[in-house]
Nanobody
Framework: QVQVVESGGGLVQAGESLRLSCKVS????????MGWFRQTPGKEREGVSW????????DYADSVKGRFTISRDNAKNTFYLDMNNLKVEDTAMYYC?????????????WGQGTQVTVSS
């Protein structure tokens, strides 16, 4: 059974940092690309960041380039999203996903989501 579990969300002030983690089990983690997505009420879920199976290739939404960094630790079956200089508009439910295609599609497995709230 595949499990994808996020952690690390919370409430921070604008300009602060936060790290999200995503633990994946039940599949061959180090063979698969991973991704982070986010969604706010009334809007479609959007791709935030993507990382190849080796970590050698990454991709970011324009809105987070230069502020967010995706990484992975294949030995721990875990990948991360380091979010720096957070803005109020980064407030969203953040989802990690396993086995994510290039340019954020298709997505095979979703996590349950973790809320990130950035206050001004």
């Amino acid at each position: 059974q595949v499990q994808v579990v996020e952690s690390g969300g919370g409430l921070v002030q604008a300009g602060e940092s936060l790290r999200l983690s995503c633990k994946v089990s039940g599949l061959t983690f180090d063979n698969l690309p991973m991704g982070w997505f986010r969604q706010t009420p009334g809007k479609e879920r959007e791709g935030v960041s993507w990382i190849s199976w080796s970590g050698g290739l990454t991709d970011y939404a324009d809105s987070v380039k230069g502020r967010f960094t995706i990484s992975r630790d294949n030995a721990k079956n875990t990948f991360y999203l380091d979010m720096n200089n957070l803005k109020v508009e980064d407030t969203a439910m953040y989802y990690c996903a396993a086995d994510v295609g290039w340019q954020f599609s298709p997505i095979r497995y979703w996590g349950q989501g973790t809320q990130v709230t950035v206050s001004s």
